[in-house]
Structure formats: structure tokens, C-alpha cells
């Protein structure tokens, strides 16, 4: 019986709504949807039918959420022994598992149908695998059971990415996978800077994240190599791929710049948490400046001002 010091009693529906919509962790979803985005600007080269990006993002936030809500059922007892997430709506005792568990396949089976009908199969299939992974591989084996946790487990939240170039072309090219390895590699310099700040938390409640079992200077070694991984993986959408074209590369190699810059300070400092938190941060923005990148690259109005560039410099010559 899981024991609260918080209000177990919803006293108006607003109350009840909050908490449904808690369940879900709505702060992480706008990135999913990003990423989904991104991709799916690439795969349409520029040109994305405006209700098959509403009827995908919709799909997409409707897989995560019940992937969230499973996760905080599955997790209610390591989130009440935890400051960062013991008011969540599970372990405060707000909402029942019996309900969650009915909101979050009602969740998961409308995002099937909505993007089986007005997307395409592959594009359910994926986002339902994605709910599937993050449940069973990550949140059931992995996360209570090694420090490789959160780099196979990543990999759910990478889907999001194939999701997005599924519904346009309803197939998986290798620029499809390259944008999930992307997000794949990126994972662990995002999540490892956070853990470095909270491993107390972990530490207190048995989960294995790296800095707990292997101290912040091995973490912050592997953030370092993650970090160089994934910017280089980011240039490879430009080279060899040609995905996208030179103002994804000119933004991707800044970006990287400053990320390579912020993870090896990290790998100067590994015990100042303020770095840690800085590199986790900017991951964030990394991500999602990344993925607007590729989006600015392949609109239509960029190529045409690409060629009118290169056609004056070429008369110049
Ligand atoms: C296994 C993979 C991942 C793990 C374990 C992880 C873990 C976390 C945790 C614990 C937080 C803090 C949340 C809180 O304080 O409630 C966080 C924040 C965040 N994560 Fe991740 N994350 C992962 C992958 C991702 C992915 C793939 C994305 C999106 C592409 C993402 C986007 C975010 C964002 C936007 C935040 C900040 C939310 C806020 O404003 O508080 N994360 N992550
Ligand atoms: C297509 C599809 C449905 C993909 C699923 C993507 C998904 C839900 C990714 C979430 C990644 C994430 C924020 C993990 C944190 O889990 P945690 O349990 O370690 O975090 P916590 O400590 O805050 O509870």
C-alpha cells in the first residue's frame, strides 16, 4: 500500500482532468512531436500535406501518452520514493491503476485507428511498437536492471522519428533510420547530464543509472563520446545521404559545435552539477533547433534561394 503526504482527493473535474493529463509527462511530448516533424519534412522534401501532419502529430502524442501512463502505473512505487516525482498523480494516490490502465489503452487505441485510417499501417504499427518497447524492454527489463538502461531503451524514443517518415512515404529509407540514430545517440548525453544531477534520487531508490553504479567521471566520459557520435551522425543527413542540403549542414555543425563544446567542459568538471545541468538543457534546444533545421532546409523557398546564391557567385567568377 503506497503511503502519501499529498491531497488523495480530486475536489472539481478541472482536478481530475490535471491529473489524466499528468499522467501522460505532456513536458517531454512537444520534442517527440518535433522530431516527427522534422522527419517528416525531409521525407517530403519540403512539401507536407497539412492534415497528414495534424492527423500524425495527433497519433503520435496519443501513442506517447499512453506509453507515459503506463510507465507511471508501472513505476508508482520507485515515484513515490522519489522528491522529483512523488506528487505525480499515481503515487499521490489521485488516480487509481485500474483507471489509468483503461485511459491509457483507450489512448493507445485511438492512436492506432486514427493513424491506420488516415495515415498508413506501417505509421500505427511503429507508434503502437514504440509504446510496446518503452514498456516492456525499457520501463519492465531495463530501467531496475542495468546502467545500459536508458541506451537500448532510448531507442523508443527514437521511434517517433521513423513514425513521422513512415506516414509520408509509407516505407523506411536509410535517411528515415539515420534521423533515429540521431535521436538514438542523442539520448544519452540528454539523459545522463540529468541523471549526474539527480543520482541521489536514483541512488536511493536501487535504479542503475551510470553515474549511481559508475561514478560521474565514467559518465561524463561516455557523454563526451555520445556527443561526438551524434554529431557526426547529424552531417551525415548532408554527406553521403544528401537528405538534406548546406543551411542543415551549416546549422548542424554550429549546433554541434556548441554541444561538443558544452559535453567536453562537462568532461573537464564531472562532479560540478551546474555543467551537468547546462549540457541537459542544451540538449533540449539542441534537438529541437536540429530538427528545425532540417525542416528550413527542405522547404522549397531555401532551395531556390540556395541556386539564386550559388548562380550570383558563379557570375561573379
Ligand atoms: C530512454 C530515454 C529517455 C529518458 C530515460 C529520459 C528521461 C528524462 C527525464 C527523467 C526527464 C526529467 C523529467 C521530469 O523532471 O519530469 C527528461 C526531461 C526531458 N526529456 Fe527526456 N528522456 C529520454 C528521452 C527523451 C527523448 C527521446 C526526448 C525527445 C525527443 C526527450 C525529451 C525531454 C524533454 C523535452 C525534457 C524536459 C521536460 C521539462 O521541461 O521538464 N527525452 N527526460
Ligand atoms: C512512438 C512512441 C509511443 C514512443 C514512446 C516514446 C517515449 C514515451 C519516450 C519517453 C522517453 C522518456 C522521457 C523516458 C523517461 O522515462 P523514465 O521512466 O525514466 O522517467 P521518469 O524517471 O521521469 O519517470
Known sequence: MIETNVSRHHETFLQVIQSYYQLTKPRIIPLLLITTAGSMWVAAKGQVDPLLLLVTLTGGTLAAASAQTINCIYDRDIDYDMERTRHRPMPSGRVQPRDALIFAIALAVLSFTLLTVFANLLAACLAFSGIVFYILIYT??????????????????????????????????WPAWLIFAIVFLWTPPHFWALALMIRDDYAKVGIPMLPVIAGATATVKQIWYYTLITV?????????????????????AGLGGLFIRKSWCLLQQPEDRTVAKDVFLYSISYMMLLCLAMVIDSLPITHHLVSTIIAQLHLFN
Do not use: D, E, M
Open 140 to 173: 519492465h527489463w531495463l530501467k531496475r536492471h542495468t546502467t545500459q538502461n536508458i541506451v537500448i531503451g532510448g531507442a523508443a524514443g527514437a521511434i517517433p522519428a521513423l513514425v513521422g517518415w513512415a506516414a509520408v512515404t509509407n516505407t523506411l529509407s
Open 232 to 252: 557526426v551522425a547529424t552531417l551525415l543527413l548532408f554527406y553521403p545521404l544528401h537528405a538534406s542540403g548546406i543551411i542543415y549542414a551549416a546549422i548542424a
